[in-house]
């Protein structure tokens, strides 16, 4: 019997999709049964990693971390009038008592009282505290304040995101609470102030966890659980304990933090070079002056750890108190060059702006402004120049300028405004200047001497 054509096509068509299906089949077999083609195993289509990652080792229990640092994890309790009272945590750093904690968990107490993992209950006194960063550092006090267990510091620098911490701490209250996670992120600025500088982490942090520790799993602290997001879940902020470590001699010290100043101007680059934080301008007479440094030079390192951002050299620098010598390495013209510098107090906010914009006088180590008539008579006086700013160990300050003060001479000749000022410098080539200014109601004369 003969086949009509559509049953023919059809059978046809039958025999295609059986062939290509065989086809299919036969080379998905050859895929799964072919060598790898890639060194941790797997074959064409997929890879597998071998049994074990290189450097990791999966967590078990942290019971023996948490049995071995919770000793010199302490709670506070603060008192702030007859019914006010706030809670926090810290940890013990030394055999003397010495407790780091934040400072909003101190800042209003009248007293404070520590309790320790044993049952202790102690006394505790603020040694020093610096608002800007949120660290506070308190000695116990009182005949208990004996064999007191402490912690270690680890390296905040040697963090990494995805690196397992540890908090403990004192969260609504419930004694040295556990919690772990991982590091989220570092470096994270979160406008607290001008010293941000945060580990972020998941571990949970919650009221009362404030000022604890937070331990890497070698039972090191390498943070102080400081901040949360209240609208979010499992996002928390720790100050690096590095951070920590450079503040602790000025808090002790000086009981605040007195920052230290290099006197520069920075610009962050990215360039084919790299990022790098580059000096756009160095201050007349200033540590960056007498240490060398130029225009242009890229500061790769403060004290032997990598800068390569403007708030890392900031917050390397400001840490310091006044009067520490400090080692700088910095790049000019492809070579290395180290060098040490003086560290000097810092000047305020409003004298830092006004240094850096017009009006400066190097030579004197002054900022001066032009005053209007109107402002000339709220000052009480004839029309000068205002001091802005006075540059910390410049001539200005040596001789006894303060801001405020209206110069109205300068080598004997009348002054009114930056033109005639630098006409009156450039009159003479004496080594001093006679200045004649108005502070108050008083007008004097001082001798300053040129940088």
């Known amino acids: 019997m003969l086949l009509g054509p559509t049953l023919a096509l059809i059978l046809v068509a039958a025999d295609d999709v059986s062939a290509w299906a065989s086809d299919k089949v036969q080379k998905h077999k050859a895929a799964l049964t072919a060598k790898p083609m890639f060194v941790d195993g797997g074959s064409a289509l997929f890879r597998e990693r ?16 948490v049995k071995a640092v919770r000793p010199g994890v302490v709670n506070l309790s603060t008192s702030n009038g007859a ?15 010495l407790v780091v904690t934040n400072n909003h968990v101190i800042e209003r107490a009248q007293s404070i009282r520590v309790r320790l993992a044993d049952g202790r209950e102690l006394d505790a006194a603020l040694v020093g505290r610096d608002p800007s960063t949120d660290l506070a550092l ?39 609470s556990v919690t772990h996670g991982i590091i989220s992120a570092r470096e994270r600025v979160i406008g607290v102030g001008p010293f941000d500088d945060f580990i972020q982490t998941n571990a949970l942090i919650n009221p009362g966890n404030s000022g604890g520790p937070l331990f890497n799993v070698k039972g090191e602290v ?63 007479d200033s540590p960056a002056a ?5 225009s242009g030079d890229r500061v790769i390192a403060v004290g032997g750890r990598s800068v390569v951002s403007y708030l890392q050299l900031l917050r390397r620098i400001a840490l310091l108190a006044p009067g520490t010598t400090v080692k700088l390495t910095v790049l000019r013209d492809g070579k290395t060059i180290e060098t040490q510098a003086t560290l000097i107090e810092r000047p305020s906010v409003d004298v830092l ?26 000052l009480g006086g004839d029309i000068g120049l205002l001091v802005a700013a006075v540059f910390p160990g410049g001539p200005a300050e040596m001789a006894g300028l303060q801001s405020g003060d209206v110069i109205i001479e300068v080598q004997r000749q009348r002054v009114t405004d930056l033109k005639a000022l630098k006409a009156a410098l450039e009159s003479s080539a004496e080594p001093t200047v006679l200045v004649k200014y108005r502070r108050g109601d008083a007008a004097q004369y001082v001798v300053v001497r040129r940088s």
């Open 353 to 378: 702006k006004a240094m850096v914009g017009a009006g400066r006088i190097d030579t004197l180590g002054l900022v001066v402004r032009e005053l209007t008539p109107e402002a000339a008579r709220q």
């Open 138 to 176: 308190l000695r116990l006090q009182g005949a208990g304040a004996v064999a007191l267990p402490t912690v270690y510091l680890g390296d905040s620098d040697q963090l990494e995101v995805g690196d397992w911490v540890v908090a403990i701490g004192n969260p609504f209250g419930l004694d040295t």
């Open 50 to 65: 071998p049994p074990v990652l290189p450097a990791f080792q999966p967590p078990t229990s942290l019971a023996p971390l």
């Open 83 to 97: 019914s006010s009272r706030s809670l926090g945590s810290g940890f013990i750093i030394s055999p003397e008592g």
């Open 290 to 294: 007498q240490a060398g440094l130029q």
């Open 222 to 284: 390498v943070g102080v659980c400081t901040a949360i997001v209240t609208q979010a879940q499992g996002i928390g902020f720790a100050l690096p304990i590095n951070l920590v470590k450079d503040l602790l001699p000025n808090l002790l010290e000086n009981g605040r933090a007195e920052r230290g100043w290099l006197g520069v101007n920075i610009q962050e680059v990215d360039d084919a070079a790299g990022k790098a934080a580059v000096v756009i301008d160095v201050f007349k």
